[in-house]
């Protein structure tokens, strides 16, 4: 087999795995924008009350919804300052509020930090915290 060939059905490859990965990537991201909005306050801290609990989530997160779009999770080093969810416009829906307790559930923010490399944290953040957080956001799935 020559290197040439090698090359090339490597970078086939390549672009296979990142197209399938992107096209999974938006349906899961269609699927939680496409849940139920959430219209005030009360019904988000409501939600993230509820889904805390299917979590078994301890800690208190705090909720905050804004008339433009967002959608966030804001996870403090201390950990005695409780984490923040932040949705607005199109983001403030069901799945979305779920994918963003997942990241502070899974402490994805604290596993990030473990990697040296950018590359490494980058790569483990979008293959593994993100997918996760997106499955669990569509359909309530731990991973």
Do not use: W
Request: proline letters at 1%; a positive charge.
């Amino acid at each position: 087999m020559d290197l040439p060939y090698l090359a090339n059905s490597t970078f086939d490859g390549i672009k296979l795995v990142a197209a399938v990965g992107g096209s999974c990537a938006l349906g899961l991201t269609a699927l939680q924008i496409c849940s139920s909005k959430i219209s005030d306050q009360k019904e988000l801290e409501k939600l993230i009350a509820e889904e805390s609990g299917k979590l078994g989530l301890k800690s208190e997160v705090k909720a905050f919804l804004h008339n433009g779009c967002k959608a966030s999770a804001v996870i403090h080093s201390n950990d005695s300052i409780p984490a923040e969810i932040h949705v607005g416009g199109i983001f403030a829906r069901k799945g979305v509020v779920r994918h963003e307790l997942y990241h502070i559930y899974k402490k994805h923010h604290k596993h990030l930090l473990t990697y040296k490399s950018k590359l490494a944290r980058l790569l483990n953040y979008y293959l593994k915290a993100e997918f996760s957080a997106q499955v669990y956001g569509a359909f309530g799935i731990k991973l």
